[in-house]
């Protein structure tokens, strides 16, 4: 970002080795034997933003790109490319959002109407306008030098592939509006598609994501009196999950046969509630083609079931799209815009663990903002300005989001590996290597805090260790405090009221072997967070149960490394048994290196840890949310319910 845009003050605030004695104290413990895969990044999706600034006057589009994928600006890395579906040639532009009236890479024969729906033919060069899209194209080419990750991605197939004939959704919104008939179709679309723009722009997609928040009732199209649209805010088409995994199969069979190697993500569910409900339903086919699995967090209720089923099918988890609007009224000062992006970061890698972390759009359209008194984005911007238009008559405004995501894109970065901690404000990541350490702290009170880093659990901290922070607040912006030393490997620093302050910690490296909550050699009870009783062998031992008096249990690796994917044989000391499930019963058996006897630990953080099975994917479970004792031990599908959560206790 250039220096005339930077829209940070200085922070009248020193943080140095002088600690107040503040009230409300935090101390953050980073736990680096619990490690999530190496961080993709942080990205964006296109669309509407680029559909329309694209074609701005260039100082304006200039700066844009630079407060994105700049270095001072955003620091993005991620971008998603929206195909369009794009409405028949006789159906009105301008009953969506602005921008959100997005080409389609079609070309229709003269007077083609919305119900000449048996034209297409994908294999008639004549029926393609390669030329489409020129705005949002014009952003891939600024920024294909930045970007590290290519994700393709759909709202609606074109007009002739939905029921109804529009791509702002069914009249009735509950019901599936992608043509069932038409899904190879859909997908040859698709695919061609994203291999004309990687001929065309030198880039290569990584993933293609051909649904977005499908089982919802949000996409719905409204006529007036002279049948053309009134109502539909943009492009959009329900699918059920039976209409789901017709769409990803038929894009894998036609990526089999394609020069893209571009692979399948899905399904871009609004929330981890809908996306499990889905999930949950896919057939073994569906699941198996799906590589890469993409949630929105608009909802957040079931995130740790999300991070379970991407444990359990062994894929890749992508927070592929969220935005909001946080605090009273459009505001380009306070600081709860700020506060309520970073507390959703924060939350979203303590609970999803997201490999990667994705914006719906950074940019806004500042003229409905204002009128709604609403702060989506971090950047606004009037979607109406022209060519005539000028920085100063276009005017570019950042809100506080825009600061405290860079706490967070300027520091932790591609390849770092987030790691556990017990704040719940609180996120850590190492980097690579292991050597040096990041944590971003939110601190939404109105007072300021103190705030202890304990490094015990690292294995190295030099004697000449330290902690820089760099704090966003109302003062400022990423502004650099002093460093403090760490002594007795603690550190402690103040933090202003209403603040999201980065700590960049030096001099650290490695995991400490007494870091891991399973250590070998040690025995272990697992008590049901719900019931408050332990984990125990069945009267014939052939399962388990849950009794106010449990017995012991051996937490053998099987694994050998520090991921949150590592895997654990449960063995029950008396016998030397093991859990595995069978036909989805959790049953004792001899020991046996078969995936169903194995186990991988998930936890936010908090003591409380989830269990879930290599082979099928479920969760140890207490049947029933039962808290008799006696009650069955069975396995299901992830719900992050307080019965499929054990605290692990060494004995």
Avoid at 11 to 30: H, K, M, Q
Avoid at 78 to 89: D, H, K, T, V
Avoid at 439 to 465: F, K, P, Q
């Amino acid at each position: 970002m250039t220096r005339k845009l930077a829209v940070a003050v200085a922070l009248t605030l020193s943080l140095g080795v002088n600690v107040p004695a503040l009230a409300d104290g935090v101390t953050i413990r980073i736990d680096p034997s619990y490690q999530q895969p190496a961080f993709e990044g942080w990205g964006t999706s296109l669309v509407w933003f680029a559909n329309v600034t694209g074609g701005y006057p260039e100082p304006i589009r200039r700066q844009l790109v630079d407060m994105l994928f700049g270095e001072d600006g955003l620091n993005l890395n991620i971008a998603r490319y929206n195909i369009g579906g794009g409405n028949a040639p006789d159906v009105r532009k301008n009953y969506m959002k602005a921008g959100a009236t997005m080409p389609g890479f079609w070309q229709a024969p003269p007077g083609t109407t919305r119900d000449d729906t048996q034209w297409w033919d994908p294999a008639n060069p004549q029926h393609w306008d390669w030329t489409a899209d020129a705005n949002q194209r014009w952003w891939v080419d600024q920024i294909k030098d930045k970007v590290t990750r290519w994700e393709a991605f759909s709202n609606s197939p074109p007009w002739f592939q939905t029921v109804n004939g529009y791509v702002s959704g069914g009249f009735d919104p509950s019901t599936d509006q992608i043509r069932a008939d038409r899904v190879d179709q859909f997908a040859t679309y698709l695919v061609r598609v994203t291999e004309k723009l990687e001929q065309a722009h030198g880039i290569k997609f990584d993933t293609i994501a051909p649904l977005n928040e499908p089982n919802t009732p949000y996409w719905g199209t409204q006529l007036g009196p002279d049948g053309q649209p009134t109502g539909g805010r943009q492009e959009g088409a329900h699918a059920g999950p039976e209409l789901q995994q017709k769409v990803v199969l038929a894009l894998d069979r036609a990526l089999d046969t394609a020069t893209t190697r571009a692979t399948v993500s899905a399904m871009d569910e609004t929330n981890p509630s809908v996306f499990t409900q889905n999930w949950n339903a896919y057939s073994g086919p569906a699941r198996g083609a799906v590589d890469q699995l993409n949630v929105h967090t608009y909802g957040t209720d079931m995130r740790t079931s999300a991070r379970d089923i991407a444990k359990g099918a062994d894929r890749n988890l992508w927070m592929s799209e969220v935005e909001g609007t946080w605090g009273t009224g459009t505001d380009f000062t306070g600081m709860e815009p700020g506060l309520g992006i970073a507390t959703r970061i924060v939350e979203d890698m303590r609970e999803l663990e997201p490999s990667a972390w994705v914006f719906w759009q950074p940019v806004e359209d500042s003229v409905p903002q204002a009128q709604a008194g609403k702060n989506w984005g971090s950047i606004h911007i009037p979607f109406t300005c022209t060519a005539a238009d000028t920085p100063q008559t276009c005017p570019i405004r950042a809100n506080t989001k825009f600061h405290t995501i860079r706490n967070f894109t300027h520091y932790i970065r591609p390849g770092d590996r987030f790691v556990k901690v017990d704040d719940p404000s609180s996120t850590a990541a190492l980097k690579p290597h292991g050597v040096g350490a990041t944590v971003v702290h939110v601190n939404n009170s109105t007072a300021a805090r103190n705030v202890t880093l304990d490094l015990s659990r690292v294995g190295v901290v030099t004697s000449r260790a330290s902690v820089t922070p760099v704090v966003t607040s109302a003062d400022g912006a990423l502004v650099r405090g002093t460093p403090v030393r760490v002594k007795d490997q603690r550190a402690t620093l103040a933090v202003p009221a209403k603040s999201v302050t980065t700590f960049l910690v030096d001099g650290v490296a490695g995991v400490s072997p007494d870091a891991a909550t399973v250590k070998p050699g040690r025995m272990y009870q697992l008590k049901g967070v719900q019931s408050g009783k332990s984990l125990t062998p069945n009267g014939d031992a052939s399962g388990v149960v849950i009794r106010t008096s449990g017995q012991d249990w051996a937490l053998q690796k099987v694994t050998g490394g520090t991921s949150n994917r590592e895997r654990y044989a449960i063995v029950n000391a008396a016998s030397g048994k093991q859990l595995a499930v069978r036909a989805n019963e959790v049953v004792l058996q001899p020991p046996s290196a078969d995936p169903s006897a194995q186990w991988v630990m998930s936890t936010t953080g908090d003591g409380t840890w989830t269990f879930v099975n290599v082979a099928t994917g479920r969760l140890l479970d207490v049947a029933g949310q039962s808290t008799a004792d006696g009650a069955r031990v069975s396995s299901w599908t992830p719900t992050s319910g307080p019965n499929q959560r054990w605290i692990v206790t060494g004995r």
